[in-house]
């Protein structure tokens, strides 16, 4: 099992386009990844190190973070955060190139 950071993501898409690629302090550009990939680049990586995906999920963005800290609430109680979720797991399930924040893989030997 493995889990990828998705550098394909929207976010360091667009800060890559806007000019101000950096680490943060958590994330996808977290200044503890040494190395970036999206899907497809790593998915070569697996290939060359023989081995195989035996299956792939896409994760969305962690949305619990948002409500961190507020009022005691739980995270994601809000009618809004329900619906971003769903439009979060929509997006995912319709672009994970695009959407999928991190991505869950099975691997065998090829």
Do not use: C, K
Not at 13 to 29: E, H, K, M, P, S
Not at 39 to 61: C, D, Q
């Amino acid at each position: 099992m493995v889990s990828v950071p998705n550098f394909g993501h929207w976010y360091p898409r667009t800060r890559v386009a806007l000019g101000r690629f950096d680490y943060d302090r958590r994330g996808i550009l977290d200044r503890d990844h040494v190395r970036f990939f999206t899907r497809r680049s790593f998915e070569r990586l697996v290939t060359e190190g023989r081995f195989r995906v035996v299956r792939r999920s896409g994760t969305g963005a962690p949305l619990e973070v948002i409500d961190r800290g507020s009022n005691g609430q739980r995270a994601g109680s809000g009618s809004a955060a329900r619906i971003l979720s769903r439009v979060d797991r929509a997006t995912v399930a319709a672009r994970p190139q695009l959407f999928a924040y991190q991505f869950i893989y099975e691997l065998a030997p090829a």
